[in-house]
């Protein structure tokens, strides 16, 4: 037999060899996949990341339905909320360089901003407890551009929901003020500073603010779910998808670079940084779960730093169990999809006390549900609505879609899309006074009001 021939004959040996060799199973894609199948996810992609090294990065499904374009690791979706951390941080940049004081006016830095304004600190809209409105949304039109000036008079328009320091309510308004303070302070546009301040020193090559005009690579779509079918997302005019509330590209690879430099000292000193995972101390002395664009909390007792987002079609999520060195990224393309929970699920692969528990739902008798059908206020202009339509009951926030609740007992409920949880009370008397929303490791009271 010539030697080319002994070649072929080797060659095909090993190929039946390696044939013959069972592929084994990977219970984490298995977990994954079976998560975007029950959760009706077109595209997904995540990043396991211990000690700053990724130990996973992987995408699944569908970036782009139309064109049957695959998601991977390099998928960019919008990044919603969670480019508030990178706002904070360019915040605390300024404050390192003394260009900015935390507890300082804002009025201090634009003076334009009414009286009212006068006790509205940088910490206040760091935290959420500035009491700036969020009802812009209400007489916005999406689809028209705004120049900063214009969207900054129309903040201002509008009552304060409560004296800063006093409460604390979730402000996308708070941190659009923020990207405009970076622009007066520093002379250049948020999106300008996040480049060449973080997103290039980091080497975050593909993270960017939106751009709907711009050709960008591996962009995926996002998508909504109406009526239990996939539609493309509504479209928003530019201004308004480059406000420093959470208007960024990113990719999982993006964020495991920025995750890593969070150990280090590369942007910001530690004594910064720790303040930024700071609970925030509200006027009376107690506090809320929430620092400098992010929530911390904990997950069975394991303390995790953590934010979400969700925005035309996207939802994200990053959580990062600090004191296990482990951090969990997960982008997907369709709103309401969970992304902490499917990001929990995964964590529990690496440490297992993260395991989320294990929720059955039963039947309860519909006329209990009823007494609880109303609304409830978790502070002044967020109302968490009750409803019941046959035998399926939902929960609804201020200005979010509408989620299913799930009865695990006659008094508790759960929902299935977020780790959360509510509990309904009663007096002395039987009426239902007020519920409790058990999230992040923390829990509100909700007043009923209706």
């Known amino acids: 037999m010539s030697q080319i ?3 072929r004959a080797a060659t095909l040996s090993i190929l039946l060899v390696s044939l013959a060799v069972p592929v084994l199973a990977d219970p984490f894609d298995d977990y994954v996949k079976a998560q975007i199948q029950e959760r009706n996810i077109p595209g997904l992609s995540i990043a396991v990341v211990r000690d700053g090294q990724v130990v996973k990065a992987q995408g699944y499904g569908l970036a782009n339905i139309e064109l049957n374009a695959p998601a991977t690791a390099e998928t960019i979706y919008q990044s919603g909320s969670l480019g508030k951390q990178f ?7 300024l404050v390192e360089e003394g260009k900015i004081r935390l507890d300082e006016s804002i009025r201090t ?15 206040h809209l760091l935290t959420h407890t500035a009491g700036v409105s969020n009802k812009l949304y209400d007489n916005l039109d999406m689809r028209q551009d705004y120049t900063e000036e214009e969207l900054f008079k129309r903040i201002t328009a ?9 409460k604390w309510a979730y402000s996308n308004c708070g941190y659009m003020t923020l990207g405009f303070l970076i622009h007066r302070v520093s002379g250049k546009f948020y999106g300008d500073l996040l480049q060449e301040r973080i997103f290039g020193p980091l080497g975050m090559t593909t993270a960017r603010i939106i751009s709907e005009a711009d050709i960008i690579p591996n962009r995926a779509a996002g998508y909504l779910l109406k009526e239990g079918k996939l539609r493309n997302q509504e479209w928003v005019s530019p ?4 406000t420093a509330d959470g208007s960024l590209y990113l990719t999982v690879l993006d964020l495991a ?7 280090t000292e590369k942007l910001l000193k530690k004594a ?3 303040l930024m995972w700071t609970p925030v101390k509200l006027n009376d002395g107690k506090t809320e779960p929430y620092g400098f664009g992010w929530f911390i909390g904990n997950t069975n007792g394991h303390r995790v730093i953590q934010h979400g987002g969700a925005w035309q079609g996207f939802t994200s999520n990053i959580s990062r169990w600090v004191d296990d060195r482990l951090t969990v990224i997960v982008l997907t393309n369709r709103l309401g999809s969970a992304p902490e929970q499917v990001g929990r699920g995964a964590a529990a692969f690496y440490v297992p006390e993260l395991a989320p528990r294990e929720r059955k739902a039963i039947k309860v008798d519909p006329r209990i549900v009823d007494e609880y059908v109303g609304d409830y206020e978790l502070v002044p202009g967020f109302v968490l609505t009750v409803s019941r339509e046959g035998d399926q009951y939902w929960s609804q926030a201020t200005g979010q879609p509408r989620v299913e609740l799930f009865a695990e007992s006659e008094t508790e409920f759960f929902l299935r899309i977020v780790d959360a949880q509510l509990t309904f009370v009663r007096d002395a008397g039987g009426k239902v006074t007020h519920l409790v929303l058990h999230q992040g490791g923390t829990d509100r009271e909700a007043k009923k009001i209706r």
Request: aromatic share 10%.
């Open 87 to 93: 706002t904070a941080t360019l915040v605390m940049m």
């Open 5 to 7: 021939s002994l070649i």
């Open 257 to 263: 670079k920025w995750d890593a430099a969070l150990y």
């Open 272 to 274: 910064s940084l720790d």
């Open 158 to 166: 509008l009552p304060l929901d409560f004296q800063p320091g006093e």
């Open 239 to 242: 201004s308004l998808n480059t």
């Open 109 to 123: 830095y634009m003076p334009e901003a009414p009286a009212t304004w006068q006790g509205i600190t940088i910490r």
